[in-house]
């Protein structure tokens, strides 16, 4: 499970957050903050993987107060302005969400979470063997999906694609057998 918050002034775009990390099954929001500051203090004593952070914030911008995180968790920027992306990604942000951002867009960015990725893609058992993903995020045309492995029958090479079939449905991804097979 992701523990995530959301460092955001605007209320509309606050929702929004709200409502995407709701509808991820592997993620807990645990606060939402309208002023950095007072997020740093919930940081100092709650262990958090994810912060989805606006970078204009009132008193101190988003830039700069992920500059003063010690051991910083992971950050997701989201901001209506791209003229920062550059300098976000020397402080190793996860990625940049220009606002407004679709729900497809938000899933390829949590996706892109280290911590998410060996969550939801491999666990461990207590012996220490991997055991299989319960759902799967995949890119079929446009679309982003959740599959639940339960659900699916067989996966078959074609070309340079993959079909994924499940009992209702097939879908077309551009991963390789071999990722499937890594993966699974």
């Known amino acids: 499970m992701i523990?995530?918050?959301v460092i955001e002034d605007q209320p509309p775009a606050q929702r929004v957050l709200q409502r995407f990390i709701g509808d991820m099954e592997n993620m807990a929001l645990k606060?939402?903050?309208a002023d950095a500051l007072k997020a740093m203090d919930f940081l100092k004593s709650e262990p958090i993987d994810l912060i989805f952070l606006d970078i204009h914030l009132p008193?101190?911008?988003g830039i700069d107060f992920l500059k003063t995180i010690p051991d910083a968790?992971?950050?997701i920027l989201t901001t209506a302005f791209s003229d920062y992306a550059l300098e976000s990604y020397e402080l190793n942000v996860v990625d940049y969400l220009l606002k407004p951002f679709s729900f497809e867009r938000?899933?390829?960015a949590v996706n892109k979470v280290p911590v998410y990725k060996s969550e939801t893609h491999t666990q461990e058992s207590a012996h220490g063997t991997k055991l299989s993903p319960a759902m799967l995020f995949i890119k079929s045309g446009y679309e982003h999906l959740k599959i639940q492995v339960s659900d699916i029958r067989y996966i078959q090479s074609e070309s340079d694609y993959t079909e994924i079939f499940t009992s209702d449905r097939k879908y077309l991804t551009s991963q390789?057998?071999?990722h499937w097979l890594q993966t699974l």
């Open 3 to 5: 523990r995530c918050i």
């Open 31 to 33: 606060a939402t903050f």
């Open 176 to 178: 390789s057998l071999r």
């Open 106 to 108: 938000f899933v390829k």
């Open 59 to 61: 008193k101190i911008s």
């Open 73 to 75: 968790p992971h950050v």
